[in-house]
């Protein structure tokens, strides 16, 4: 697959991705709504510190959800319109991406716990982790465009 088609693809797959991201997030909007059972934190039955604490986390997944999804824009707005995505701009917003997703899991951990004395991971850490180890990748990635392009 020479150069033009793979940036095609890449183009094409990451409007795809951009959709399905706005799905995704439509349907967990409507899914954190649920019908029986209920985390909101009550502040009469906790201590000041949990109360805090929770307030902080529940701030933190808000302000961490938003910044994910610009991201997530911004980079599929990169991919499709570079001719390359080994930039360093593109390295960056994976980092961002994945610690956004990490700080997201450990605010959910936190919240669900103060609220219903349960822990319950996922693995959207580890997809963070991916991200993140995807971020490097794609920095290593630049650097051997760059001496590739050097040869040239």
């Known amino acids: 697959m020479d150069k033009k088609q793979l940036t095609r693809k890449i183009q094409r797959i990451s409007r795809i991705s951009l959709i399905a991201m706005v799905a995704y997030g439509a349907l967990n909007i409507f ?80 919240c669900i716990f103060i609220a219903a004395r349960e822990i319950r991971v996922d693995l959207f850490w580890f997809a963070g982790l991916v991200l993140y180890a995807f971020s490097l990748v794609f920095r290593y990635g630049k650097g051997l465009q760059q001496q590739s392009d050097e040869t040239l």
């Open 31 to 110: 899914g954190m709504f649920p019908e029986k059972r209920s985390y909101i934190i009550n502040t009469k039955e906790h201590s000041l510190f949990e109360n805090t604490i929770g307030g902080i986390a529940v701030i933190a997944v808000i302000f961490c959800v938003i910044a994910g999804f610009v991201t997530a824009f911004m980079l599929l707005n990169e991919l499709g319109r570079r001719r390359t995505p080994f930039t360093l701009k593109i390295s960056n917003l994976l980092r961002n991406l994945g610690a956004y997703m990490i700080i997201i899991e450990i605010g959910k951990i936190i």
